[in-house]
């Protein structure tokens, strides 16, 4: 399943690459914003946090219509600016709490953990740790939160982040594997200045990862005595491999001559 996953993930954005640039590009514009309501700290630390707070709301309404893009590539679709907008039309309650739990994340890395730290005594180490593994789960959980989303549209924005826990908890093993892809993604991005495969990149790549995991569910779904540590992947993921179907370098960048 791993395997497949790397190949979907690379050829849905391969497929989808002008798309992507364009997302990125929006995404670009939100995190200089967010850059400089950081430097204005220095100036005055109230309006600093203030632009920062909006800043993490107007990339929580991006990230969702994004989500909804790359969910439609995800299954080899095109969703357009027309899906971007029904996107966050569709997400905003989801938007919201999104927009709350990144303020949470980002107030714990860059206020809490470093002040609990700074007592320099155990008791400060120890909050600080457990406080860093509360970003850890709550980052990793989100991977999973708008995918999740437009997988089952009528949950509530908690029942999606309880699924999203659930879904991180159920396989922890492949959400390790995909945040270390996530992580890598986040390197190529930086030297290729964020445009690929950036943050719409690895928001593919999490559509994609869910996508693959709902296969498993629906076939315990459709089959309660079927052995949990035997999965048969190569016959639930069939239909994806057709699709994505085998690509060369070739046709990969001469599809006209395939």
Do not use: C
Request: no cysteine; aromatic share 16%.
């Amino acid at each position: 399943m791993i395997g497949f996953f790397l190949k979907k993930a690379f050829f849905d954005g391969w497929d989808n690459l002008i798309g992507m640039v364009i997302h990125n590009l929006g995404f670009l514009l939100v995190v200089l914003a967010l850059m400089g309501g950081l430097s204005l700290g220095e100036v005055n630390m109230a309006l600093s946090m203030l632009v920062m707070v909006l800043s993490l709301g107007l990339f929580a309404f991006f990230f969702a219509g994004s989500a909804s893009s790359t969910y439609s590539y995800s299954r080899y679709e095109r969703g357009g600016f027309d899906g971007f907008k029904r996107g966050i039309r569709e997400s905003w309650r989801h938007a919201l709490l999104f927009w709350a739990l990144l303020v949470l994340n980002v107030t714990l890395i860059l206020l809490v953990i470093p002040f609990y730290l700074s007592y320099g005594n155990i008791v400060g180490t120890v909050l600080s740790v457990v406080l860093f593994w509360v970003f850890a789960a709550l980052s990793l959980a989100l991977m999973y939160y708008f995918p999740l989303f437009y997988h089952m549209r009528g949950d509530t924005p908690v029942k999606t982040l309880k699924k999203s826990f659930i879904l991180l908890l159920d396989n922890l093993g492949f959400s390790l594997f995909q945040a270390i892809y996530q992580m890598i993604n986040l390197a190529i991005s930086v030297m290729l200045a964020g445009l690929a495969p950036g943050i719409t990149g690895m928001l593919l790549a999490s559509s994609d990862a869910t996508k693959l995991l709902m296969y498993k569910y629906d076939y315990f779904e459709e089959n309660p005595e079927a052995d949990k540590k035997n999965i048969p992947w190569d016959e639930l993921l069939y239909d994806e491999q057709e699709s994505v179907g085998h690509r060369s370098l070739r046709n990969m960048i001469f599809p006209w001559k395939d």
